[in-house]
């Protein structure tokens, strides 16, 4: 994975004496609250409901076991003894006292890691694939250009002030696990009929108020042109994009009420300006980005009848072994998903043992590599098959072998209500009693692929217009009503999610899900026919009826 | 406190007022307008008057571009610190444009802010934020002095291992 050099370290150590020197004259009252916010904001510093909370980026969502380490001692000395991974791919910790976030990020920086551009209205942290560099079906390793954008988007003098936050996801497979479609600027990777590498890249989508799917713009962008053509979509946002109204202040909006091929001119006619200058990414530079992510050095497989064996004898393992892993390019090898989805749990938190367990794991058996997804687990990217049994084994022992990966307990949710300065109503649990509904094994087998999304306000920090099921909490005469959209989707074929009807209150909620899904199991094909595709087929009405009954 | 005009490390006298659209043209020294007052005099002061132009933020800078020879500052605002445009302004200026005379911040311009304009090709700011005054005073310009990106500027070095990205102060 990607080392820092000497550079890459005086600059984050520099940008922690900066930080420092801003607090200290936030501290001095050199610079008001107003002032300061977007500079705390840009190294991740949230003020929340009880404290600020520091949002630590993992870029591309990838590190190795002395990071996680870092993490754990973080969470355990300055926070309440855990942390929470977000849909970003990062982690924010709750608790952590200002005067004491200089330190914090000093902590960080042993490690090369930092909480630079991961909020503010600023590019933030690059997301990828969380299989990258292992899925079978990957076309290039998407994370070699997320970290070149990296880079690039660190600081950037022009771009550090922009009308909105502005994201950036990228993926290296045609099966999207990066939900490309829903972010500012999405980029999957192709290769043209000479066998170049390139990107399409869509422009526009995102989530919040008014979610979008991101319109295409290029069919192929040539790799060398990736910087100079991000820089023109940046710059026209930069100039165009609404600044009278932050919730139309997204690129999304400027997309919609400019028009797509006007825009698309605009920023043609600015990357024409560029193209072929200091931005072009010579080709040496990508492959020498290209040799940090190198593949680890494999090993031969193992004894593979080992994991046959455990199929059959360990409890729990078939489930786990069905669910839980991914198939990997290299033989003898998978990738494996570490669920932070416990039955009845707060999706996404980690208490510091358990990322020292994960930290260990990914040492002894995961060539010392670990992900976070996007979809707020985590992941050993490179296991031998014939380790799965041992490596369970010991997840099973800390609470981390939820063998759900993908299924209906597998549940993204906001901190809403529990965290959020900006909630309207709670999130966590409402999560909570879903995954204890539906959380026995033959239940979840039975329905089968399905991902439910919950935000505790329209802001949609839980994507909840993507979740085949979405669930979107409100407040009506100061009392919580969750609205239920059914059809969201963001992977390949993305999709906003629709409204079924009136919302149900706190305790209705789980009721009504739960009819939703046997709608969706007396109505399917078979058990091949999964939720999205029985909804696709059938659409909303048979779900609205026994919601509601007929009207 | 008159000398609020900060340029190559030193504080001076501002020379230039800023005129309202509705003013008359002073018959002499040095004033600047709004760009579409600018356009409107075809880009030429009467005999005796300096003539410089203000780009508000949404201004577009491009219909200056047949008079930037003739232009001896332009003054980029930033009606809050907060507020980016400017900064594409500057650098459409600088580097599509070939702007070569004084490119001055004005408005809401703060200590953080002032590295990034400098790297967008500003080269002087009027200041009036007093604990800006005193850091520029004492040289406490608390920048990160390694660039990830390259932009158009003149004078930043290539840095390391990857020179074609990287910068360093110059
Ligand atoms: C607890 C404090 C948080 C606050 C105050 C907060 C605030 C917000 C706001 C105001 C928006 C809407 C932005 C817009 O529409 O322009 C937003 C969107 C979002 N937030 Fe958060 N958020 C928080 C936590 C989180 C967490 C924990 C996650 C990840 C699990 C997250 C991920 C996102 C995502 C993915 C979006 C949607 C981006 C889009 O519109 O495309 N946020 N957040
Ligand atoms: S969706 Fe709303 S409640 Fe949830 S974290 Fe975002 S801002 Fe907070």
Redesign the pocket.
């Known amino acids: 994975m990607y080392r820092y050099d000497e550079f890459d370290r005086e600059f984050v150590l520099a940008r922690v004496a900066q930080f420092s020197d801003q607090v200290r004259r936030r501290l001095a009252g050199d610079l008001t609250e107003e002032q300061f916010k977007p500079l705390r904001l840009m190294n991740g510093l949230?003020l929340?409901l009880h404290a600020y909370?520091l949002r630590v980026a993992v870029p591309y969502g990838t590190m190795n076991a002395v990071q996680m380490r870092k993490l754990a001692h973080i969470a355990r000395k300055y926070d309440r003894g855990y942390g929470?991974f977000?849909?970003?791919q990062n982690i924010?910790f709750n608790w952590p006292r200002l005067d004491e976030t200089p330190e914090i990020l000093s902590e960080l920086a042993e490690v090369e890691m930092h909480a630079i551009q991961t909020s503010g209205n600023c590019i933030r942290n690059v997301t990828a694939d969380h299989f990258a560099g292992a899925a079978a079906d990957e076309i290039a390793d998407p994370r070699v250009y997320a970290e070149i954008l990296r880079q690039w988007s660190s600081l950037h003098p022009e771009f550090s002030f922009l009308p909105?936050?502005f994201?950036i996801a990228i993926t290296g497979a045609p099966h999207d696990r990066a939900a490309v479609q829903?972010?500012?600027i999405g980029l999957q990777l192709a290769r043209n009929e000479n066998g170049e590498t390139g990107f399409i890249v869509y422009v526009g989508?995102?989530?919040?108020?008014t979610p979008m799917v991101g319109r295409k713009v290029r069919d192929f962008l040539p790799e060398a042109d990736l910087l100079a053509y991000t820089e023109a979509i940046l710059r026209v946002y930069n100039l165009y994009g609404r600044r009278d109204n932050?919730?139309k202040?997204?690129i999304k909006i400027l997309v919609h009420e400019t028009g797509l091929e006007e825009l698309k001119a605009d920023i043609e006619r600015e990357f024409e300006a560029i193209r072929g200058g200091i931005l072009t990414l010579p080709k040496d530079e990508v492959d020498r980005i290209e040799a940090y992510f190198a593949a680890p050095a494999f090993k031969v497989p193992g004894d593979e009848r080992l994991f046959d064996a455990a199929i059959e004898t360990m409890p729990g393992f078939a489930d786990f072994a069905r669910q839980n892993l991914n198939a990997h390019r290299q033989p003898g090898y998978t990738s494996l998903t570490i669920s932070l989805k416990p039955i009845g749990g707060a999706p996404?938190d980690a208490s510091a043992e358990q990322m020292e367990v994960v930290a260990d794991l990914a040492e002894k058996y995961g060539h010392n590599e670990i992900r976070v997804s996007h979809e707020?687990n985590l992941v050993l990217p490179h296991v031998l098959k014939s380790d799965v049994p041992a490596v369970y084994q010991v997840l099973k022992e800390h609470g981390l072998a939820e063998a759900n990966a993908g299924l209906v307990t597998d549940i993204?949710a906001?901190?809403g209500m529990d965290?959020?300065?900006?909630a309207t109503a709670r999130s966590i649990p409402v999560a909570q009693r879903i995954s204890e509904r539906f959380g026995t094994p033959e239940r979840q087998k039975e329905i089968g692929d399905l991902k439910i999304k919950i935000s505790g306000c329209i802001?949609?920090?839980?994507?909840h217009h993507v979740g085949h099921i979405g669930i979107l909490g409100v407040e009506k005469k100061g009392k919580e009503f969750y609205q239920i959209t059914l059809g969201g989707s963001a992977d390949e074929k993305s999709s906003i999610g629709e409204i079924v009807g009136r919302g149900f209150s706190y305790e209705e909620v789980v009721d009504a899900v739960e009819t939703v899904v046997d709608t969706y199991l007396n109505i399917r094909n078979g058990e091949e026919e999964d939720f999205l595709q029985a909804y696709r087929r059938v659409g909303e009405a048979p779900f609205k009826e026994a919601l509601y009954g007929t009207q | 406190m008159s000398d609020t005009i900060y340029r190559n490390g030193i504080f001076s006298a501002n020379e230039w007022i800023i005129l309202d659209d509705e003013a008359d043209l002073p018959g002499d020294g040095k004033a600047m307008v709004s760009l579409d007052r600018f356009l409107e005099l075809g880009g030429t002061a009467p005999e005796g008057l300096e003539l410089g132009v203000v780009i508000r933020a949404g201004d577009k800078a491009e219909r200056l571009v047949d008079h930037l020879a003739a232009v001896p500052v332009i003054a980029v605002d930033f009606p809050k610190f907060s507020d980016g445009r400017g900064y594409s302004s500057a650098r459409l200026l600088r580097e599509k444009f070939g702007y070569r005379g004084e490119l001055r911040a004005i408005g809401d311009v703060l200590i953080d802010q002032i590295p990034f304009m400098i790297r967008c090709g500003i080269d002087s700011f009027e200041i009036t934020h007093a604990p800006t005054r005193r850091a520029l005073e004492e040289d406490r310009l608390n920048e990160v002095p390694i660039y990830l990106q390259p932009v158009g500027r003149e004078g930043e070095v290539p840095l390391g291992t990857r020179p074609w990205a990287r910068r360093r102060v110059a």
């Open positions: 949230y929340q909370m929470h977000t849909t970003r924010q909105r936050k994201k829903v972010h500012d989508g995102g989530l919040g108020r932050k919730y202040a997204r996404g707020q993204i906001c901190p965290y959020c300065a900006l802001n949609a920090c839980g994507h």
